[in-house]
Nanobody
Framework: VQLQASGGGLVQTGGSLRLSCAASGFTLDYGSITWFRQAPGKEREAVSFIRTRSGTFYAESVKGRFTISRDNAKNTVYLQMNSLKPEDTAVYYC????????????????????WGQGTQVTVSS
């Protein structure tokens, strides 16, 4: 199984980026996929979650600005990031598991079996 994260870059405050997480050896419409991020000197934190059953979930810090979605035909999960802020600067990782995680457990890194390599997002002020 491989997850390939891409789409990061340098953007000004208020700008937008769309991250992609393409999977091979794993069907993304079954299971749970989450975007995490890690800023320098900080813990890796869960940003947004999508699972087989209905529901998308977001960290409070990104709610209303980020949107997670899935294209089953392309086996890819996206994270549309709008109204970006300097505090969104981090390396973003996608993570997946074949299990359909319950809502209370999506933020726990140990619940994920597969990780992408990370893509850098830098938001300048």
């Amino acid at each position: 199984v491989q997850l390939q994260a891409s789409g990061g870059g340098l953007v000004q405050t208020g700008g937008s980026l769309r991250l992609s997480c393409a999977a091979s050896g794993f069907t993304l419409d079954y299971g749970s996929i989450t975007w995490f991020r890690q800023a320098p000197g900080k813990e890796r934190e869960a940003v947004s979650f999508i699972r087989t059953r209905s529901g998308t979930f977001y960290a409070e810090s990104v709610k209303g600005r980020f949107t997670i979605s899935r294209d089953n035909a392309k086996n890819t999960v996206y994270l549309q990031m709008n109204s970006l802020k300097p505090e969104d600067t981090a390396v973003y990782y996608c993570a997946a598991t074949r299990r359909n995680l319950i809502v209370s457990s999506w933020r726990i890194r140990e619940n994920y079996d597969y990780w992408g390599q990370g893509t850098q997002v830098t938001v300048s002020s």
